[in-house]
């Protein structure tokens, strides 16, 4: 069973910034496709950013030029660092792992997920 476990969300104040982790419990990480997603309160879960086995990465257009995504394949691990925070980004934060060469959009293409972690952001 492959586990994910984020750290780093907090509460921060709009154009603040927050770096998320994510540890992945796999010798293989870099054979998943790797997303970060949000959701909050009242809403569906979303797609932020992912990145693709090859290193390639996609964004959602509300976090583009703002929020970016890198990996440490030595250390398992996925890191979203966000600039620039407004309300509107405050969520919890999930990363997923998805046994696909690019980082699906939908929720549901995930295999495997953390347990989240809660970002503020006051205006």
């Known amino acids: 069973q492959v586990q994910l476990v984020e750290s780093g969300g907090g509460l921060v104040q709009a154009g603040g910034s927050l770096r998320l982790s994510c540890v992945v419990s796999?010798?293989?990480?870099?054979?998943?496709?790797m997303g970060w997603f949000r959701q909050a309160p009242g809403k569906e879960r979303e797609f932020v950013l992912g990145?693709?086995?090859?290193?390639?990465?996609s964004y959602a257009d509300s976090v583009k030029d703002r929020f970016t995504i890198s990996r440490d394949i030595a250390k398992s691990t996925v890191n979203l660092q966000m600039d620039s925070l407004k309300p509107e980004d405050t969520a919890v934060y999930y990363c997923?792992?998805?046994?696909?060469?690019?980082?699906?959009?939908?929720?549901?293409?995930?295999?495997?997920w953390g347990q989240g972690t809660q970002v503020t952001v006051s205006s």
């Open positions: 796999e010798r293989t990480f870099s054979s998943y496709a």
């Open positions: 990145i693709s086995r090859g290193g390639s990465t």
């Open positions: 997923a792992a998805a046994r696909t060469r690019q980082p699906p959009r939908s929720p549901e293409a995930y295999d495997y």
